[in-house]
């Protein structure tokens, strides 16, 4: 058996593979030697990494939140991005959202929250969102704001419901790519702001 660390290391290169398998085939049509053949190994290495597929379909939940806070930090980061960080965040998401399709991980997890590892792993995911966007939205109104502002708390969980909202669209064939963008800019701009453009 690899050592810890060549697990740690086979596991960061398979993650995305095995979330992308799961984004693709939900939880149940994703079968271990469907993803180990994605992954290009046997299934017992997958079981080297993750003691069941279970496992692997908690992992990809995890996954889906640090493409999306390694993305955020990367705008952050940028230092010629222009406007406060939340503007700049929503302007990402309003021309990114969704493209890689992980939000079909969420989506199949939903349909096995009577599973408490599966339903604990989406609560940690939300509140690691709802964290987020909440200080992000604070320090957006400490800035532009002012005293009277909505209640930062429920104004991330709206964003948080926009961006879903804007998942079922997509999914359904009910927004056209440019009705997203509006939406997530406008909608996200009033939320935070109290300012639709």
Not at 36 to 61: Q, T
Request: glycine content about 8%; proline content about 4%; aromatic content about 8%.
């Amino acid at each position: 058996m690899p050592r810890p660390s060549e697990i740690e290391e086979k596991r960061k290169l398979l993650q995305p593979i095995v979330a992308r398998a799961f984004a693709e085939l939900g939880y149940r049509r994703a079968t271990t030697a469907e993803i180990a053949r994605r992954c290009g190994v046997r299934e017992n290495i997958l079981y080297r990494i993750w003691p069941d597929k279970k496992a692997m379909f908690v992992a990809s939940i995890a996954h889906v939140y640090e493409q999306a806070a390694d993305a955020w930090r990367q705008i952050l980061a940028d230092p010629n991005g222009t406007g406060g960080a939340a503007l700049r965040l929503l302007k990402y998401e309003a021309d990114h959202y969704g493209e890689a399709g992980l939000h079909r991980i969420i989506f199949a997890g939903l349909s096995e929250t009577d599973d408490p590892d599966i339903r604990d792993a989406l609560q940690k995911l939300f509140t690691r969102f709802h964290r987020f966007i909440k200080a992000q939205v604070r320090a957006h109104r400490d800035e532009f704001w002012g005293a009277g502002a909505p209640d930062d708390a429920i104004s991330a969980w709206a964003i948080v419901g926009l961006g879903n909202v804007a998942d079922i669209g997509r999914e359904l064939g009910l927004l056209s790519p440019r009705a997203r963008k509006r939406m997530l800019a406008e909608a996200g701009r009033l939320m935070l702001d109290g300012r639709g453009r």
